[in-house]
């Protein structure tokens, strides 16, 4: 069974991240993909805002999730180079990452992420690039 039927039929128990986070797939396909993770206190830095790295994996897994409905079978990523922007802090409730792949060549691919709140406002962007391996074509 292939990363993408996994997580259509386990939901997060198809990836131990997700399941250490809290992270729900929402939607993927097409070279997209929505994640949702409700905020814990225990992912608080000691400010009391979101710890910033939280945001940038949440960031991170829904582009790897969009660039992974792009592969053949038996193609695989690995994430080169990540530069988040944050936007504004958060403290609880849901927040969202939405990826979307920009361009994907034969050896990399680009993506692009946004992270957002509960009431839609934006938290954070970010941008990455990502070997890709295994491709047939």
Do not use: C
């Not at 259509?8 to 994640?35: H, Q």
């Amino acid at each position: 069974m292939g990363y993408l039927q996994e997580i259509t039929t386990k939901g997060r128990m198809a990836n131990p991240f997700f399941v250490l986070m809290g992270i729900d797939a929402v939607s993927f396909g097409e070279g997209e993909a929505v994640l949702s993770m409700e905020v814990r206190p225990d992912m608080l830095n000691g400010a009391g805002w979101l710890q910033g790295g939280v945001y940038t994996a949440l960031s991170d897994e829904a582009m790897a999730l969009a660039l992974t409905t792009l592969l053949d079978d038996g193609g695989r990523i690995a994430t080169i180079s990540e530069t988040t922007q944050y936007f504004k802090g958060v403290r609880d409730g849901t927040v969202r990452a939405t990826g979307r792949v920009v361009r994907k060549g034969h050896a990399v691919a680009f993506a692009e992420g946004e992270l957002t709140g509960a009431d839609g406002a934006l938290l954070a962007r970010t941008t990455a690039s990502f070997a890709v391996m295994g491709q047939k074509s």
